[in-house]
């Protein structure tokens, strides 16, 4: 089966700095998904990563806070943009289509943020 | 109206006993619904999706779906103390949407 692996796995980080996680698949994906876990909660989809052009944001979520690339198939990167405490949470790159599999959806192992 | 309910237990079953997890939806356009298994620390883990109104059986797990009443469930049998974990229930109308999870004890 696909890997999908994120890189760092866990940072900590000070007020007003910046992070960008990567998440790589060594399979193409058609789709790629950025989500929020936050201490105890359930998962909250931030945007959905799109090849070549701007991710599309849920509400609550902007680009500027969240930029977010995918130049192909197989990457994309997450950045957490003038951090505060509130950020801290474990973000989770999700991906579809792997396989051939239109639906499902399976996750990478998480990076966990801690905002001092 | 959250999109996507679920008991947030926790949910304590003994050892070999059946459990059953319950998700309702209210997006009436989802048409596909799955479940995941997340343990502490973890992320989440597919255990089973299903498609069509009815059962469908894998192993110990067998997950059911009611579109009318817009229901899912799984029902886990022969509990084992490693089922022990949160259960999260989503739905998918492009986006997939979770419940915020069912936190299962299974106690030997």
């Known amino acids: 089966s696909a890997v999908i692996s994120q890189k760092p796995s866990r940072d900590i980080c000070q007020r007003g700095t910046s992070l960008t996680i990567q998440c790589q698949v060594d399979s193409q994906v058609t789709m790629m998904f950025w989500y929020r876990q936050q201490p105890g909660q359930s998962l909250t989809l931030i945007a959905t990563?799109?090849?070549?052009?701007?991710?599309?944001?849920e509400s609550g979520f902007v680009i500027d806070k969240f930029p977010i690339s995918r130049p192909n198939l197989t990457f994309s990167t997450l950045t957490v943009s003038n951090m505060s405490p509130e950020d801290s949470s474990i973000y989770l790159c999700?991906?579809?289509?792997?396989?051939?599999?239109?639906?499902?959806?399976?996750f990478g192992p998480g990076t966990r943020l801690t905002v001092l | 109206q959250k999109e996507v309910e679920q008991n947030s237990g926790p949910l304590s079953v003994p050892e070999g006993a059946i459990a059953s997890l319950n998700c309702t939806y209210s997006d009436r356009g989802s048409q596909s619904f799955f479940w995941y298994r997340q343990y502490s620390g973890k992320s989440p883990e597919l255990i089973m999706f299903i498609y069509s109104n009815g059962d469908k059986e894998d192993g110990r797990f067998t997950a059911q779906l009611n579109k009318a009443s817009q229901y899912v469930s799984l029902l886990i049998r022969d509990s084992q103390p490693s089922d022990s974990a949160t259960y999260l229930c989503a739905a998918v109308n492009n986006d997939m949407r979770f419940g915020a999870g069912t936190r299962l004890t299974v106690k030997p």
């Open positions: 999700s991906v579809r289509g792997l396989a051939g599999i239109t639906d499902t959806q399976y």
């Open positions: 990563a799109n090849q070549g052009s701007e991710a599309t944001y």
